[in-house]
């Protein structure tokens, strides 16, 4: 009797401990009853995707916008296929409800758990996000299972050279080439003392070999860099010659250099002005063929060929400052006749008659180095450029009239402007087709500085194929320059509609009416939101393809895409998505220059005067620093240009910033977008730029995939 009362008793202790536990469980690991917290149910758990990638796990979720939160925690196990915060440890803590990205790379240890750190590449783990709440309640994400990647670099190939001395005494030093994924560059390296010499420990030939090139030639016309010896080599003396093979893995250099040879070195000596000849420009005169520039034929086995460079306001500088023309080594003369479009200079494609420029000519040497000849000024006095190149029409079709803008033209025969309009001919002229209106300022005078004007329909036309404007029917306008000679300056054609003068020049509730019908038909295409589709393409700006190349920015918090319509709306979204950061942050994140975006360079550096306000350089000064390079030499390739050293990049910082719009709350709110494909910020001075920026930036995509994205509303 007495061991079956025993046996009683021992049932209801295990029963009441199993209770207890189930109790406890129901709380979810909070240290509080799940009951203080409300309707558990109204708490939400994120939704996980997660991916291997050569720098790690990423883990990208939803994010939780309620006022409630308090903390998301990384959640690993080795062998608990539901790990949960805090019965399972966790890796980090993140307090910022918007950051909804995290990349497990072993930089930290994990707290906890049932393995010891580092994660073992090729093991299997599973990951998921808990969320904790003010109340204390926990909730968390579905789990995924993912493989940890390799994140040791792979084995890294060494190069192997070989040398032959020319009859000049140069060296020819060859390498063969490498055929690995992260190989970045060579570098060629020598020392004086140092049997080993190696990159970056005994500095480097300043060209870098491109890992296309197996071989350079070692003739003191590249300038040495931070060796044991001076810039150049001398004759006579002993030299130890290696390469050394950079590789990139993960935003981190590796180095593999090979055996070391030594030579004597008996080539040509001293600074490489002592020996590569300088073009000299012989004759250059102007007229009305152009600018004809005659120079001295060089015969040099290193000589690549010619560069024609131009600069209006400065002295051009090659390669920054652009170039007309790449002849070859055996030109001796060219005429400058606006045949060609200039590429990258400061004053446009094409010439302007009567203004004064600067003439140069640049040899290209083997090596990459260039030697300038003399430079000239002369006034330009040749050829326009080729027809509709000068002068560029733009025509807005509006209730209040016709807006004509053009490009404001400096040529000193100009004289006076004609509008052309025909109502038949796609191409008409003056004065064979008349002429509606002559522009004039306020004083009925010609202004060369007028670069706009409104056509009404309260004129008769003088001449042409109607007498007055009629409402809804289209026209075909051009803008007519005169000429002091007789001749005449035909714009593009542009046609257009006239809709009448009563109105609003600017009728933005019409347009605003377009865009809120054009966004909800949109809405109502998006049948199913593909979640996948969205996580991977967060913060990017895609184009509509198939439609009119419409773009759409997709918000990474709201995981919504927004129709950017024009610089108006793209100025919107800056204001509605723009992100607070701190000067210290946003100067750990990599600067991004967009070629295709012009802009003024005042000071011909390679930065635009708008992004080095950005950054804080000095627009008028190429080398803010004064450390020998330019601002746009070191902030494209990684340095600092207000200072010392190369930019310290917080890599964790760019993944959680990747697609997002930032504003400099610590400065004058100048705004950025980190493009999530190159982790670079590109610099938003206004909504032009915005607009220009993002689109250039952007991805194409069907409508099918485009409409698996929610529609927001701006």
């Known amino acids: 009797m007495k061991d079956k009362i025993n046996k009683l008793f021992w ?69 608990n296929s539901k790990p949960a915060y805090s019965a399972d440890g966790y890796l980090d803590v993140i307090n910022d409800a918007a950051v909804v990205s995290y990349v497990v790379d072993n930089s930290k240890n994990y707290q906890g758990g049932d393995f010891i750190s580092p994660l073992q590449a090729g093991e299997y783990y599973y990951f998921a996000i ?95 860099s931070s060796g044991d010896f001076g810039g150049y080599l001398e004759r006579g003396k002993g030299y130890y010659f290696a390469v050394t093979a950079v590789y990139v893995i993960n935003d981190k250099e590796y180095y593999s250099t090979s055996d070391a040879i030594r030579l004597i070195y008996n080539g040509p000596t001293g600074n490489p002005t002592n020996y590569l000849p300088i073009p000299t420009i012989t004759k250059i005169t102007s007229g009305s063929d152009g600018v004809n520039i005659q120079w ?31 002849l070859d080594k055996d030109s001796t003369s060219y005429l400058v006749n606006n045949s060609t479009p200039y590429k990258n200079g400061n004053f446009g494609e094409y010439l302007e008659y009567g203004e004064k420029y600067y003439f140069s000519i640049v040899a290209e040497y083997k090596g990459g180095y260039y030697r300038n000849a003399a430079v000239y000024q002369q006034t330009y006095v040749g050829p326009l450029p080729p027809t509709d190149k000068y002068l560029q029409l733009k025509a807005y079709s509006t209730p209040g009239g016709i807006i004509l803008n053009w490009n404001r033209i400096n040529d000193s025969r100009l004289y006076g402007y004609k509008v052309v309009i025909s109502a038949g001919k796609e191409n008409p002229r ?54 002091k000679d007789g001749k005449y300056i ?109 802009d003024k360079d005042s000071d011909n550096d390679g930065l635009a005067d708008k992004l080095e306000e ?19 030499e070191e902030v494209k390739n990684g340095f600092n240009p207000l200072g010392s050293g190369k930019v310290e990049v917080d890599n964790n910082l760019v993944n959680r910033l990747k697609g997002r719009i ?31 920026i993002m689109r250039f930036l952007s991805l194409g995509i069907t409508n099918t995939d485009l409409r698996k994205i929610e529609v927001g509303d701006l």
């Open 430 to 483: 003056y004065p064979d087709d008349g002429w509606y209106l002559d522009v004039v300022n306020d004083k009925g005078e010609f202004d060369r500085s007028i670069g706009s004007v409104v056509i009404k329909g309260d004129k008769e036309n003088n001449g042409g194929d109607f007498s007055k404007l009629e409402k809804g029917k289209k026209y075909y306008v051009v803008l007519v320059g005169l000429l």
């Open 614 to 632: 950005g950054l804080g350089t000095d627009p008028n000064n190429p080398d803010s620093d004064g450390d020998g390079f330019t601002d746009g």
């Open 11 to 79: 049932q209801r202790v295990m029963r009441t401990a199993v209770l207890l536990f189930f109790i406890f469980s129901l709380s979810g690991n909070s240290g509080q009853a799940a009951t203080d917290c409300g309707d558990v149910d109204s708490y939400l758990a994120p939704q996980l995707t997660a991916q291997a990638t050569s720098k790690g796990v990423e883990l990208n979720w939803s994010k939780i916008d309620d006022s409630r939160f308090s903390s998301y925690y990384i959640v690993i196990s080795r062998n």
């Open 662 to 692: 930032l504003l400099q709350v610590e400065n004058k709110g100048q705004a950025w977008y980190i493009n999530p494909t190159d982790g670079k910020r590109y610099y938003l001075k206004d909504g032009q730029a915005a607009y220009d």
């Open 296 to 326: 001295n034929k060089i015969s040099d086995n290193r000589l690549v060929g010619f560069y024609v460079v131009i600069g209006k306001n400065y002295l051009p500088v090659f390669p920054s400052g652009g170039y007309l023309a790449l």
């Open 490 to 598: 035909h714009s593009n054609a542009v046609a257009v509609e006239y809709q009448g003068d009563q109105g609003d020049l600017f009728p933005t509730d019409t347009k605003n009416k377009e865009l809120d019908q054009f966004v909800e038909e949109e809405k109502k295409m998006v049948k199913s939101v593909d979640n996948n589709l969205v996580s991977r393409l967060k913060g990017r700006i895609l184009l509509q393809v198939e439609n009119k190349g419409e773009a759409w920015y997709v918000d990474p918090v709201s995981a919504k895409k927004y129709y950017l319509r024009d610089p108006q709306t793209a100025f919107a979204a800056l204001r509605q998505f723009g992100l607070g950061i701190s000067n210290s942050d946003i100067a750990k994140i990599p600067v991004g220059i967009e070629e295709r975006f012009v």
């Open 130 to 224: 808990s969320v904790k709440y003010s109340c204390g309640l926990v909730k968390t994400s579905n789990v995924v299972q993912v493989k940890f990647p390799d994140l040791n670099p792979p084995e890294l190939i060494q190069p192997r050279i070989s040398a032959l001395v020319k009859d000049d005494g140069s060296i020819l030093l060859s390498w063969d080439k490498i055929n690995h994924q992260y190989l970045k560059e060579y570098r060629v390296v020598i020392s004086n003392l140092d049997p080993n010499p190696n990159y970056p420990d005994n500095g480097y030939l300043k060209v870098m070999s491109t890992t296309d090139n197996n071989s350079l030639l070692i003739d003191n016309s590249i300038e040495y």
